[in-house]
């Protein structure tokens, strides 16, 4: 089992920057990769930005050039910059292990002014 524990939403004016974190505890070995997935009010689940091991990285084309995913072996971040009304959700965490997900709570982005 993997526990996934999140912090750093909030609320930021357009333009503004957030740092997500997410600490992985339990078995954390053999962990491939992880990274976040958002759900906006009335929308799928969108997945933001991938960080596998070896170092590989991925990002949805609506974030790249603004967020930034980094990742050691129990924590993954999200900065996230130049932030838009539109990136407003529920950001999840997750992490995946040998074929199971699991899944952070969820933490609240909301930019507005």
């Known amino acids: 089992q993997v526990q996934l524990v999140e912090s750093g939403g909030g609320l930021v004016q357009p333009g503004g920057s957030l740092r997500l974190s997410c600490a992985a505890s339990g078995t954390i070995f053999s962990i491939d990769s992880m990274g976040w997935y958002r759900r906006a009010p009335g929308k799928q689940r969108e997945l933001v930005a991938i960080?596998?091991?070896?170092?590989r990285t991925d990002y949805a084309d609506s974030v790249k050039d603004r967020f930034t995913i980094s990742r050691d072996s129990a924590t993954v971040s999200l900065q996230m910059d130049s932030l838009k009304p539109e990136d407003t959700a529920v950001y999840y965490c997750?992490?995946?292990?040998?074929?199971?997900?699991?899944w952070g709570q969820g933490t609240q982005v909301t930019v507005s002014t």
């Open positions: 960080a596998s091991t070896g170092g």
């Open positions: 997750y992490a995946a292990r040998r074929g199971v997900i699991y």
